[in-house]
């Protein structure tokens, strides 16, 4: 592949990095090399080999290169390299790792800001906004709608202020709390 120029086509690529790190060990220099050998690596390209690793339970590796990734690419870390990630946490056991991995990623973060006001643990909801480093209107939108959702009107109106009374008026959900905590 890498002497016909195969190489510059991502999904060939790709699918040449995840077979062979799916023999394990004896595959890995291989992969490595084809990987290092590839000029511009994308975040697919990236999450193939992550995936591969922990897939032939070489977390440490993939750990490894995720660092590496941050530290020599552009790419940043997407919704699908996060589950690769924290199955590396969970085997090699590395619970301050996934905990920075987590309390770092605002998509992450938002999802989990949207499940604890969805489940009715505000208390938490509101731990993790406070702690969050950058809150866009969508993440204002969710911890609103939680409070409200959870019937704490007062603290949906406190937070509309301190937001300075800016909504996303995007969708339908966004309108109907907004109502919603107007008629509360």
């Known amino acids: 592949m890498v002497v016909n120029g195969f190489i510059h086509h991502k999904p060939s690529l790709n699918k040449l990095i995840a077979h062979v790190l799916s023999m394990g060990s004896p595959g890995l220099a291989y992969a490595y090399s084809v990987f290092s050998h590839t000029q511009e690596l994308d975040i697919l390209t990236w999450n193939t080999m992550l995936r591969g690793l922990v897939n032939s339970n070489m977390p440490r590796r993939?750990?490894?290169?995720?660092?590496?990734m941050l530290q020599w690419s552009r790419n940043?870390?997407?919704?699908?390299?996060f589950?690769?990630?924290l199955k590396v946490c969970a085997l090699s056991l590395e619970l301050k790792v996934g905990k920075y991995m987590l309390d770092s990623d605002l998509y992450i973060e938002t999802t989990l800001l949207n499940m604890y006001a969805a489940c009715g643990d505000l208390n938490s909801a509101k731990v993790l906004f406070e702690k969050?480093?950058?809150r866009n209107e969508v993440v204002w939108t969710l911890m609103i709608s939680g409070c409200t959702k959870n019937h704490c009107p007062n603290e949906a109106f406190l937070l509309y202020e301190k937001n300075g009374g800016r909504w996303i008026y995007s969708d339908e959900v966004t309108m109907a709390t907004l109502v919603r905590l107007v008629l509360n």
């Not at 993939?62 to 590496?68: D, G, I, Q, T, V």
């Not at 940043?76 to 390299?81: G, H, K, Q």
């Open 62 to 68: 993939a750990l490894h290169s995720y660092f590496e």
């Open 76 to 81: 940043v870390a997407d919704r699908f390299t």
């Open 132 to 134: 969050m480093g950058h």
């Open 83 to 85: 589950p690769s990630l």
